[in-house]
Each structure stands twice: as C-alpha cells, then as structure tokens.
C-alpha cells in the first residue's frame, strides 16, 4: 500500500512538471497583461527540438537547451506579432499553434521520413528527474522573483495599469517582450520534459492540451505562482489517477469512465471563473495592446 | 528673472488640425502658473508635449533656462522629463488599484537592497528595498505635511488621498514642476481646499507648479499668474491681482459670456411625473432618503460634487430592476410603481434620458451615427414593423432631425465617433425628443459640449418644459442649475441636504451645501 | 467621394493581398524540404479545382468552415469570442448521429429534418452555457469556450464508446444512421459527397444577413457588442441577448453535423472535425464577420484543404501537414492588417498635406 502512495506520488510530480513550466510562464506573460494561448504551440514545438537535438547530439540537457532556444524563437515570433503589430492575442495564439503542429510535423517528416514520431531515444540519453527539482526551482523564484524584484513589480503593472507604468518612466512594450519571451523560455523547457523526461520521443501532437491545461491551472490558481504550482499538481494528480484507474472497477460492474477524469482540469476552471469555487480575477490590462500615444 | 518653464512658439498638429499653433508661454520659478482654457483649447496637448507624450512639430521648450526640448532637441519619452524633475498628474490618476500605495509610489524608482548591490546580475533583478523607500517617503510627507499610510492597495482610498499618493509620487522623484491637470474636477470641496493648502506648501518650499483648470475661481483664488488658452493659441496672460472671473471668462470663449438666460413663467403645473419616497439604496447608503418630486412643467435641478449619490439616482431611474434587492422607498415614474417596470417600459412609457456620459451610455461609436438614433427608438413604429427594420423610416426621420436640430454633417452615415460633442448630443437629443417626454432626465446635458451648442440644448430643455414635461436635471455646472432649475435640490454623501427654489440660492450657498456645510 | 471609393476598395485589396502574403510565405517553407514552391502551388491549384470531383472535394471541405465562420462571426457581432465551435460542432454531430442511430422509423424527409434541428439544439445548448455563465456569472466566454471544447470532447468520447458504438469496428465511432436520415448528394461532383448540406449553408448565412442587419432582434444583438451600456440605457436585455447570441452561434457551429454526419459519414467518428471551429474563427476574421466575405473565406480555407491532400502522393517530402503552415501563415497576416491601416493613413495625410 505505502509503496502504491509512493508511487502515486512519484508520477503524479512526474507528470505535473511539464505543466508547471508552462502554467509558470504562461502567469509571467498573462501577468505582464498578453494573453498567451499559444503555449501549446510553443511548448509542441520545444518537445520536438529537444528529442531531435538529444537524438543528434545523445545529451538531453544538450536538447532542453535548444528547446529552450527553440521557445524563445518562437514566443519572439508571438511577440513580434502581438506586442508590434497588436495583432488580436487569441488569434495570433491560434496561428502559432496552427503552425506549430505543422512545422513539427513537417520537420519531423523531413529529417526521420515520419510525420508520427521521432525515433526513441534510449534511456541514458533522458532526463531521470531533473526537471521535476527545476520545476520546482522555477516556481519558487518566480514567486520571488514577482514579489521582490523591481522587474517583477514592471510585469504586474503592465498587465493592471500600463499607463502608470508608461508614465513612471517604463517601456511597457519592453516589459511585455521580456514576459512573453520568458514564457516562451519556460514553455520550451515544458515540451522538452515532456518528451525527453516523461516520453522517450516526440509523438505528433503529443501535447494534447496541456497547454490549455496549464492555462487552466493558472487561472484556478488566481494568476499567482504558488497557488497555480498547487493546481498543477492537482491536475497531474488527477492525470496520475486517471492512468492508474483505467480499466479499474470502482463501483458496479463498468470501469471508470476515463473521460470523466480527463474533463476534470476543465470543468473546475470553468466552476472557478464562474465564483463557485473561490473567486478568480483576471490583470485588468489582459489582451490589451498598449499604444505610446 | 529665471523660469523655470519655457516654450517657444511650439506647434502641434493632429490629422491636419493644430491643437497647438505658437503656443508661447514663461513661468516663473517657485510659482503656480495656472493656464486655462474652454475642451479642446490646447492646454492639455502642451502640457502633454513639456511631459514628453507628444513631440512637437515645431517650436522650442525651455526648462531651468536650458533648451530641454522642442523640434532640435526632442523629449523621447516621460522618462526624460522626469530626470529633468518634471512630474505630471493626470486627470486618470496612473495608480493601479490592486497594489499598494508604497508600490505605486516608487514604481519606476525602485531602492535596491543594499546586501544585492554588488551582486552580477542587473539591477531590475535585484530585491527591491522597500523599508528604505518607506523611511524616505516618511520624511517628505512629514516635509510638505502630506501624511498617508502605505500598506493599503490603492483602491480602498479616497479620490482625495489617490490624489496625495499621485503628488507624493513626484515628490519622491525629486520633480521641482508639478503638472496637475483638472485637479481639482472630482474633488469635495473640502479635499479641494485641502489640495490648495497643499499646493501652496510646495510652493513656498520652492515647487513650481503648472495647473490645468477650468474653473476661474479656482484660479482667482489659487493661482499667482494665469494664462488663457483658446482654439489652440494663447490669448492672453495676466498677473492674478490685475484680473478677474469675468475678465478671463471673456478670454476664454473670444465674446461677452451672457449664458444667463432667464426662462419664461412658470407653466401651469401638472400631474407628478416621477415621485420619490423614502428611497434608500443597499447596505453602503449609496442613497439616504430622498424624497422628491417633480411635476409636469417644471425643472427640477440637482447639484452636488460628482460622486455624491447622482448617478447611483440616475442608475437606478432607468434601471430599477437591478436595484429590487437593495432598495427601500417608493419609486413612482410616470404615475407607475417602477419596481414592476423594465428598462424597455420605462423608455417606452415617455421618459427621455440624456445620459451622463454620452459615450458609454448613448452612442454607438463604430457604427454610422444613424444607428446611435434608432437605439431605443428601434421596437417603435415607424422604425420596425413586426420585428423588421424599416431603413426608408430611419432615413426619413434622420433627415427630418438634421434639419430640426442643424445637425452637421449633415447626413446620417458618418461615424458616430468621429462627430464632435455637441453634435453627438445634438443627436441624443433629436432621439430622445421623437416622442415628446412627459419626464426628460438630462445629465450633465453639457458636459464636453461647445459654448453654441450649450444655448441650443438649454434652450430645447426649457421648451420641453414649456410643453409640459417634467425634467430632473442633474449637474454639477452650478451656472447650468442655477438659470435653468425652478427647484434646487443639492445632493450630499446620498443624502438631499438643501432645497431651494428659483431664486433663493445663491452660488456660495450651493456650493456651500454641496460640501456638506450645515445651515450657516 | 473619391476618398470614399478608396477605401471601400482597401477594405476588398487588403484581405487578397494578405492572403496572397501568406500564401507565398507558407509555400516558401516548402523549400525546406527540397521542393519548388511554385510546383507545390501548382499542384495544390489543379488539386483543389483541377476537376468536378476537386472541385466538389473542396465544396465538402467548405461547407462546415461557412457554418463555423458565421458561427464566429454571429457571436463577434454580439462583441462576444467565440473559440468554442469545436466543442459545440462536435455536440452537434453527435446529437445528429444519436438521433439517426436512436430514432430509424422516423419517415423520410422528416427524419434528416429533426437530426438537422437536434444538431443545431445540441450545438446552441453547448454555445449557450458560456453564454449564460457570461451574462449571470460575469465569467469570461473566451476561456469557458476553450474549456468547454475539451469536456466536449471528453463527453462525446465517453458517449460513443459507451452508450451507441459501432460494434463492428476498432475505430472510435457511433453506429451508422438509418438510411432515411442521409441526405441527398448533387450528381454534378461524381464521386465527391457534395450533399445538400452546402445549399443549407447558404441559406443559412443569407439569413445571418437579414437577421443581423434587417430585424429589430438583429439590430440589438449589434448595439449590445458595439455598446453593452448604451443598449441597456435604451432597454435593451443585454444578458438576453448575450446568451442568445452564444446560443446562435453555438447552433450555427452545430449544423455541421448535418454535412458530416447526414451527408457523408453517416455516423459520428470521434475527432472528425479538423480543427473546423478554429479554422472558423479565421474565416470570420478573413471575411470581415460579413457572410459574403466568409462564404468566400471558407472556400480559400476548404481549397487549401483539399490542395494539400495531394500532396503526399505528389511530392516527396511535404505532406498534408503544409496545410496547417499555409493556415497559420494566412491567418498571421490577416490579423495583423492593422499595420497596413496605418500605413494607408500615413498615406492619405501626406496626400492630404499635398492637395
């Protein structure tokens, strides 16, 4: 039984890690008032550089750092569009995930004459659990970070009053890049924990909403670092389970419906926006392109 | 003689329009320079261009005796104008409600922690050192005797103390010129003589201090120098002891000011339109017992600081259904109980409303104006039948009030966002007055409107009268009150604390009442 | 006057031309893969169009992204987003075939017609419940809609695996509908299932028209997005008309069961949809929220569909996959037309200046 708790542990921080990377950078970004839906493109693109760069150069820290690269590339690419050209976020954020998964099938077609998945990669070549202490490392100095830095202080004012940060003398546009670059940095290293940490290949589209789910949790935990760390755990709990459940009889004679636990993230954050389960509110600037008159 | 402040014949136009055209102007050093002028007079856009908001086309701006900006030497940005020390507060005050008052003050200026100095990273990654920005802010409030606690997020304060935290802001970049634009539009009398106080304080430890108004006494009575925007260009400059409210009054609008008008004999009175009894709003006391009435044939004005209760009142006029739950009282409108009638009822039933705050509660701006008419009239014959829109019966009757109320442009396809004040009023107007009100509730029917537009919309308020409505008019003009009301009821914390009729009071009384000043 | 003309024809040039941008920048990536762009663009022409069946591949392909572009559009106009046409599509096709698999003795023609009423019922149902969390619970549509797609998904998953699967086969899919609920294909296409769902469509976005822009319900749905205050001060019931809206739009997104499941398929198949709904919100933004503007962006959107499905036989190295870029490219440029907005009126006021 213990051993089952322990392991029930285990997986679910396993599992919770690429989440948080993502839900923490998509709170840096949607802190500093640009939404950022293109987190799933962004983290889908980061799985597929780090399995190709570890298959080419057998290193995985060697693939988390060109996922990492590959993040910023494209969450300056995000940037450029939204922040510049003000282009509307949720669209511009829906073309990038477009794009992604077609580029890294695309690319995975070219390079591996496959567009389902990467060759996989042997074991030596994987992350074991580094990027669960790293994810845990990046929550606790984002909440330090956020609370005790002038920088974090420009982030949470360009999303709840960009003027008053423009009038203190502050590039909000500036402020804003670095949030959402740091978003795509965080959101890269979340794809490469995915795929070189949890899996051992990159799989088409293998993100499969957890960039959404990492929204999610960042919304049920208010857009502040430790409570949204918390509600990625609660969802990786419920992930861990729902793995652990398949095919499991519960009660009466039908397993447990596997659906109903994968819809669980959703619907507490749909009950969580909607004041049943404590309340929730958005930076005030969210989704506003800011215009140096 | 040193100035402090400079320009020389600066210029700025927008689309082809020139809000500013040789705008030349000095002031002196350790003063309050006050400049005024009517909406739309260029005050705001030069002060905006010594802020570094805006770039001029052309001309200079001195500062301190040194060329700081102009078309040689541009501002790029407010960061440059405040390492020049100069410091601006908007009429929006810049303070973002949800954090706290030390935070909103050292924004931009941060004090690092001594222990993180020599650490390799930069400075923005650093921890900030908040005990000793609270130490500093300490001594400059006990300086200038402007106290205020720290710790609370701002949105919990006052107007008057946001106020405070906007002027302890520059004081705490060391800024030797305050800018203050309409400081004074949303401010108690009380908080205003309080700011006053305040102001001269700095003066004397040596400010100079720019202050955009509006309001002539508040210049006569601040102010040591004055100079008079008009239509982009400066129309005059006087030291205060050589002038006075009339003078600068004449200034400001280029002719004799006569917009007191006194209005025919009292009509007949009729029935009662709208009737109040015993009405209190909520927990908060938003609302304390108004009782109030106003009949067929008369005006009944109310006054009062904005802020005090009147557009909890106005809110709650046309939309008592949101209201069910927390009112107590009667209301009557039109002779029928209002809590059993919908916003569409009330429309429909012959009440007109001039909102408040045209652009968020009348118009639709994106769309042709034409549209921004038939809003609230569109359920009405001839506008639809059976659910379907009649655009002939638009176009007829778009034409019709062009003509009536000289609407320019004059066609009903132009944006609705790109006319100016008074013709989107004009507008309003032309929509509410379709079907003749038996009660016309207008607020602030002239807020933001030119000086010929003003006449004209006085004038239609007070033939509506004549016709037999009952209008409630809400304002906090004291002028506008004053001519148009039969009655004066003055509004103060929710609470009617004055009645008067035409005649009995004076603009001292109101403004008197208005601050909440018992019987004198 | 001039003036007038100038940018009415702006307003028609600019959509082509970021179309056309993104198009050359989406086909430039296939030199990537060693290919020639203009090949590749060759063929994805003469793949969409080249014959009748092409041709009628790509009406197919349209036919759900009008319904998801009015869908987006319909709620736009209420000044709502609409990201959750996914999930309310995929309610909708699963009502359509549960109806048709559930109800077989239903009599010809009234069969498809209460499979195609379901499908919209279902579809506003689930565009609804955004709606109403919006205007009583004050809680954003954006994120429920997105939300919303992900349990839709969980719950049709659920429902065809256990309540009407198709006991025959491995995949994930409802059992077929009986025979009097398919409708009618057009001969013209040959092969290509062009069913009678496409005239539905423009029926449908005729009465979008009339509907927003001629009845007085219409009329509100518009001032409510223009100007929630302004609408309630002339006693209009926004919260009404916000969930009507959502509801609208949610049985817009709905009908794209009838093509999918009374017109091809049959039956529902888990994950059918192509990303429709997200496809729909760049048909909306393309064709300027207006329906002959989408009628015309769903058919460049079902084209490159359908152009990109050759490819896998025809070239080398690019697969269908392209056709995601090609989208994300077309959609990057279309959002950003604001830039050339400014540009053009840094145009007219150096003209201004010299006139």
């Known amino acids: 039984m213990d051993d089952s708790i322990l392991q029930m542990i285990n997986s679910t921080l396993r599992v919770s890690t690429p989440l948080l990377f993502a839900a923490i950078g998509g709170m840096i970004s949607e802190r500093s008032g640009v939404i950022n839906i293109a987190l799933e493109g962004i983290m889908l693109c980061g799985a597929f550089t780090a399995a190709a760069v570890s298959l080419a150069t057998q290193s995985a820290p060697a693939g988390a750092a060109a996922a990492v690269l590959c993040g910023l590339l494209v969450a300056a690419a995000y940037a450029f569009f939204v922040i510049e050209i003000r282009a509307d976020q949720i669209v511009a954020g829906i073309a990038v995930n477009m794009f992604a998964a077609g580029a890294t099938a695309f690319l995975c077609k070219i390079l591996y004459q496959s567009s389902t998945s990467t060759p996989s990669l042997a074991l030596e070549y994987r992350f074991q659990s580094a990027p669960v202490w790293m994810a845990g490392g990046v929550v606790i100095l984002a909440w330090a970070w956020m609370k005790y830095s002038p920088l974090g202080l420009w982030v949470r004012f360009a999303g709840e009053h960009p003027e008053a940060l423009d009038s203190a003398g502050i590039g909000v546009k500036r402020v804003r890049w670095f949030a959402v670059l740091l978003s795509g940095v965080l959101s890269g290293m979340a794809g490469a924990s995915l795929s070189i940490f949890l899996a051992s290949s990159f799989t088409r589209n293998m993100t499969s909403g957890r960039g959404f789910m990492a929204l999610a949790a960042m919304i049920f935990g208010k857009w502040k670092p430790i409570p949204a760390a918390l509600a990625c755990l609660f969802f990786g709990f419920s992930d861990a389970l729902q793995i652990r459940l398949q095919g499991v009889v519960l009660w009466g004679s039908e397993p447990v419906p596997v659906q109903f636990i994968q819809i669980l993230p959703y619907l507490v954050t749909i009950l969580v926006l909607a004041g049943v389960v404590g309340q929730s509110r958005a930076p005030k600037a969210l989704g506003l392109p800011f215009r140096s008159s | 003689m040193s100035f402090a402040v400079e320009f020389k014949a600066l210029t700025k136009t927008f689309n082809g329009v020139a809000a500013n055209a040789g705008i030349s102007l000095k002031v002196k050093k350790g003063s309050i320079h006050a400049i005024v002028g ?125 106020q405070r935290i906007e002027i302890l802001k520059l004081l705490y970049r ?156 009667e209301i009557e409108i039109l002779g029928r109980p209002s809590n059993a009638l919908t916003t569409r009822e009330i429309k429909s039933s012959g009440v007109g409303v001039i909102p408040e705050d045209r652009h968020k509660e009348g118009l639709l701006l994106d769309r042709p104006v034409r549209e921004s008419f038939l809003l609230g009239l569109h359920r009405n014959a001839p506008f639809s039948r059976r659910g379907i829109v009649s655009e002939e019966a638009i176009d007829k009757n778009a034409k019709k009030a062009i003509r009536e109320y000289d609407i320019r442009p004059a066609h009903a396809y132009a944006r609705c966002g790109a006319l100016s004040g008074g013709n989107q009023q004009k507008w309003i107007i032309a929509r509410e007055f379709h079907q003749t009100p038996e009660l016309l509730i207008a607020a602030q029917p002239t807020r933001g409107v030119d000086v010929g537009a003003i006449e004209f919309i006085h004038q239609k308020i007070i033939d509506a009268r004549m016709a037999g409505s009952g209008v409630l008019l809400v304002s906090s003009e004291l002028d506008e009150i004053l001519d148009l009301s039969d009655r004066i009821l003055v509004f103060y914390e929710g609470e009617i604390v004055g009645e008067f009729n035409r005649g009995e009071a004076s603009e001292k009384v109101l403004g008197l009442r208005m601050g909440g000043a018992a019987d004198l | 006057m001039r003036l007038l003309r100038r940018v009415q024809i702006g307003q028609v040039l600019k959509p082509v031309f970021s179309v056309a941008l993104g198009l050359t920048l989406g086909l430039l990536v296939t030199k990537i893969a060693g290919e020639d762009p203009w090949h590749v663009f060759k063929i994805l022409v003469n793949s969409a169009f080249g014959s009748r069946y092409d041709l009628g591949m790509t009406l197919v392909y349209a036919t759900p992204l009008i319904f998801t572009g009015l869908s987006v559009a319909f709620a736009f106009h209420a000044g709502l987003f609409n990201i959750g046409a996914e999930g309310q599509l995929a309610m909708g096709a699963f009502a359509a075939a549960a109806i048709g698999y559930r109800l077989q003795n239903l009599p010809p023609y009234i069969a498809p017609l209460v499979a195609t009423l379901g499908a919209a019922l279902a579809g506003g149902i689930w565009g609804g419940i955004p709606g109403w969390l919006r205007a009583k619970r004050g809680s954003h549509e954006v994120i429920n ?61 005729f009465g979008f028209w009339f509907f927003l822009w001629r009845t007085v319900t219409g009329f509100e749905v518009r001032a409510v997005g223009q100007n929630e205050s302004a609408a309630r001060a002339a006693g209009i019931d926004a919260s009404k008309v ?21 017109g091809t398929a049959g039956r529902f198949k888990l994950g059918f ?30 084209a490159l569909h359908k152009g990109t499905s ?42 201004a200046k010299n006139g």
């Open chain 3, 145 to 205: 809609t997105i939300m919303l797609n992900f349990v839709a998904a969980g719950c049709c998953g659920w429902a065809t695996i256990y309540l009407i699967p198709n006991l025959d086969s491995q995949n994930p899919e409802t059992g077929a509908v009986g025979a009097n609920f398919m409708i009618p294909h057009f001969a013209f296409f040959g092969e290509a299932p062009v069913s009678f769902a496409l005239p539905l469509a423009l029926l449908v976005a």
């Open chain 3, 310 to 351: 050759d490819l896998d036989l025809e070239t080398e190295n690019v697969t269908r996959d392209i056709s995601l870029i090609l989208q994300a490219a077309v959609i990057l440029c279309v959002s950003s037309e604001g830039v050339w907005d400014l540009f053009l009126k840094r145009g007219r006021k150096k003209e």
């Open chain 2, 38 to 162: 009517e909406n739309g007079a260029g005050k705001s856009t030069a002060m905006k261009m010594l802020y570094g908001t805006y770039q001029p086309d052309s001309g200079e701006i001195w500062v301190d005796g040194k060329l700081w900006g102009g078309r040689s030497k541009p501002w790029s940005s407010p960061s440059d104008a405040i390492h020049c020390g100069i410091g601006m507060v908007h009429q929006h005050f810049m303070l973002a409600g949800t954090h706290t008052v030390l935070d909103n003050i050292l924004l931009g200026v941060e004090p690092i922690r001594k222990e993180w100095k020599y650490l390799p990273i930069p400075n923005f990654l650093k921890g900030i050192d908040r005990t000793r920005a609270a130490k500093r802010l300490k001594e400059i409030s006990q300086q200038y005797g402007m106290a205020v606690d720290l710790k609370p997020s701002v949105e919990t304060l006052s107007v008057g103390l946001q």
């Open chain 3, 273 to 302: 949809s192509p990303g429709y709904g997200f496809i729909g919100i760049a048909v909306a933004l393309l064709g300027r929220n207006r329906p002959i503007g989408i009628v015309l962006a769903a058919l460049l959107f079902g």
């Open chain 2, 174 to 329: 060391e800024a030797s010129i305050l800018i203050l634009d309409e400081p004074t539009a949303v401010l108690t009398p009380q908080e205003t003589s309080e700011l006053f106080l305040h102001l001269r304080k700095l003066r004397d430890e040596g400010k100079t201090i720019l202050i955009i108004t509006h309001k002539l006494k508040e210049v006569t009575s601040l102010a040591d120098r004055v100079t008079v925007f008009r239509g982009g260009r400066v129309v005059g400059e006087r030291e205060i002891q050589e002038t006075n409210e009339e003078d600068l009054a004449t200034l400001m609008v280029g002719r004799k000011v006569n917009l007191h008008r006194e209005p025919p004999p009292l009509p007949a009175l009729r029935k009662p339109v709208l009737t109040l009894k015993n009405v209190s709003l909520g927990t908060v006391r938003k609302l304390r017992n108004l009782n109030l009435q106003v009949r067929g044939g008369e005006i009944v004005g109310i006054s009062g600081v904005e802020g005090n209760g009147q557009s909890e009142l106005l809110d709650l006029l046309i939309h008592p259904q949101h209201y069910s739950k927390i009112l107590s009282g």
């Open chain 3, 242 to 262: 916000r969930i009507l809206s959502l509801f609208v739009a949610g049985a817009l997104a709905g009908l794209v069961g009838v093509g999918e499941v009374l």
